[in-house]
């Protein structure tokens, strides 16, 4: 079982920066792919972005390319989203997700575990 925790979400004005984190109980995290995707208010969870393993290849939804960033610290078992030039729509609860496999995916089945989510908040 792998507990995973995010935090850095928050309230900010349209075209600021937040950097969410998801830091994760198991030393075998470095073996992990890690996913981050969110969901608004009425809406399905959607993918926003993947990362490997390694951090070598990452993945990211279209409407978030140029903008988000995902990387990850194996020594710190914490992997990050940078988002910068944020919109409105980009407001919702975003979650990050653990696959043990290692490779990327950007369907919410392929994850095993689950963090709690946290809230972001984009005002125009």
């Known amino acids: 079982q792998v507990q995973l925790v995010e935090s850095g979400g928050g309230l900010v004005q349209a075209g600021g920066s937040l950097r969410l984190s998801c830091a994760a109980s198991?030393?075998?995290?470095?073996?992990?792919?890690m996913g981050w995707f969110r969901q608004a208010p009425g809406k399905e969870r959607e993918f926003v972005a993947t990362i490997d393993w390694s951090g070598g290849i990452t993945y990211y939804t279209g409407s978030v390319k140029g903008r988000f960033t995902v990387s990850r610290d194996n020594a710190k078992n914490t992997v990050y989203l940078q988002m910068n030039s944020l919109k409105p729509e980009d407001t919702a609860v975003y979650y990050c997700?653990?696959?043990?496999?290692?490779?990327?995916?950007?369907?919410?089945?392929?994850?095993?575990?689950w963090g709690q989510g946290t809230p972001v908040t984009v005002s125009s």
């Open positions: 997700a653990a696959r043990p496999s290692g490779g990327t995916s950007n369907q919410k089945t392929a994850y095993d575990y």
């Open positions: 198991r030393r075998t995290f470095s073996t992990y792919a």
